[in-house]
C-alpha cells in the first residue's frame, strides 16, 4: 500500500532563518507531488506541483521554492522566512495518469515563525 | 471564477443522528469534487471522489452525491458516532485544470455522545 511521509511534525524559526521541509511517497512509482499551505481559517493553497524530477510548477509567487531530486521525494524550501510564512503545510500525491484520482496527504508541518 | 461554498461553518449533533453535510459551488465546468475530513493538526484523508459523470458515490456509513446542474454536492453521514468528528472538506477539480483544485473552508462536525 501506499504511505506519505512528511516531517518534521512541527517546526519554530526565527524570522530570516531557512527552510526545509521534505516529503516522501512509498508505494507507488511517478506520482504527481504537491505542496499545500493551510492557513488559520482559511482553505488550502496549492503553493506547488510536480509530475515528474525536476519539474516544479509554481502556483503563486512567494517566498518559498520547492524541488523534486528523486521521483518520490518532494521538497519545500526557502532561504529566508517571514513571518507570513507561518501556517500549516502539507505534502500531497495522486496518481500521475488521469486527474481523477483522488489525493493523498501527509500528516502536515505546523510551521511558526517568530 | 470557481468559488466553493460550505455551509454550516460548524455543525454539532447527538451521536446516532444521521446529517448532510452541503457544498456548492459556482462553475458547473467540473472534472470531479471530493470529500475529505481532517482531524485537528492533522494532514487530510479523502473520503469520497464523485467524477462529474457520477450522481453519488458510498463508502461505508458515507453517501456523496453530485448535483451538477445546481452547482451542489452533499454529503450524509449515517448512524453518526463521535469518532466521525472532524472537519469535511468538499474541494473540485475545474474542468480545464488537471491539478488545481477550489477548496471549500470545512464544515467542523462534532458529534455529542
Known amino acids: 500500500s501506499q504511505t506519505i511521509h512528511q516531517w518534521p511534525a512541527t517546526l519554530v524559526q526565527p524570522v530570516g532563518s531557512p527552510l526545509s521541509l521534505e516529503c516522501t511517497v512509498e508505494?507507488?512509482?511517478?506520482?504527481?507531488l504537491y505542496w499545500y499551505r493551510q492557513a488559520a481559517g482559511r482553505g488550502l493553497q496549492l503553493l506547488f506541483y510536480?509530475?515528474?524530477?525536476?519539474?516544479i510548477s509554481s502556483e503563486v509567487p512567494q517566498n518559498l521554492s520547492a524541488s523534486r531530486p528523486q521521483d518520490r521525494q518532494f521538497i519545500l524550501s526557502s532561504k529566508k522566512l517571514l513571518l507570513s510564512d507561518s501556517g500549516f503545510y502539507l505534502c500531497?500525491?495522486?496518481?500521475?495518469?488521469?486527474?481523477?484520482?483522488?489525493?493523498?496527504f501527509g500528516n502536515g508541518t505546523r510551521l511558526t515563525v517568530t | 471564477k470557481q468559488e466553493v461554498t460550505q455551509i454550516p461553518a460548524a455543525l454539532s449533533v447527538p451521536e446516532g443522528e444521521n446529517l448532510v453535510l452541503n457544498c456548492s459551488f459556482t462553475?458547473?465546468?467540473?472534472?470531479?469534487l471530493q470529500w475529505f475530513r481532517q482531524d485537528p493538526g492533522k494532514g487530510l484523508t479523502s473520503l469520497l471522489l464523485?467524477?462529474?459523470s457520477q450522481r453519488e458515490q458510498t463508502s461505508g456509513r458515507l453517501n456523496a452525491s453530485l448535483d451538477k446542474s445546481s452547482g451542489r454536492s452533499t454529503l450524509y453521514i449515517a448512524a453518526s458516532q463521535p469518532g466521525d468528528s472532524a472537519t469535511y472538506l468538499c474541494?473540485?477539480?475545474?474542468?480545464?485544470?488537471?491539478?488545481?483544485?477550489?477548496w471549500g473552508a470545512g464544515t467542523k462536525l462534532i458529534i455529542k455522545p
Open positions: 500531497a500525491w495522486s496518481v500521475r495518469r488521469g486527474s481523477d484520482s483522488p489525493l493523498h
Open positions: 508505494g507507488t512509482s511517478n506520482p504527481n
Open positions: 510536480s509530475v515528474g524530477i525536476g519539474q
Open positions: 462553475d458547473s465546468a467540473i472534472y470531479n
Open positions: 464523485i467524477q462529474s
Open positions: 474541494a473540485v477539480r475545474p474542468g480545464d485544470s488537471n491539478y488545481q483544485l477550489i
